[in-house]
């Protein structure tokens, strides 16, 4: 990645993109940024719910509150567990 304030987006050959080597904050801040230059939708997949939690607060910080943000926690229920997620 060239910059973090000017990160590369897709183009229209490049659907989806992947952003490699960013430690800390670095990537919510390129989110944040991207979303910025580009007002589309952005599909982000956390590894855990607790890196969720992380990304969700930096993006709201870095976008300052300008960002409308939808999480969708994963529902890890057993196929055995009383509990349903429908």
């Known amino acids: 990645m060239s ?3 000017n990160p590369p987006l897709p ?3 490049r659907r989806r993109l ?3 080597q960013l430690y800390g904050s670095a990537a919510a801040l390129a989110l ?3 979303t910025r230059a580009d007002r589309r939708l952005y599909v982000v997949i956390a590894d855990s719910v607790h890196e969720l939690e992380r990304l969700t607060a930096e993006l709201r910080f ?3 509150g300008a ?3 939808l999480r969708l926690p994963d529902w890890e229920v057993l196929p055995y567990e009383l509990f349903s997620p429908h």
């Open 3 to 5: 910059s973090l304030l």
């Open 18 to 20: 992947r952003w490699h």
């Open 62 to 64: 870095f976008a300052d």
């Open 11 to 13: 183009d229209g050959d």
């Open 32 to 34: 944040a940024e991207a």
């Open 67 to 69: 960002l409308p943000l």
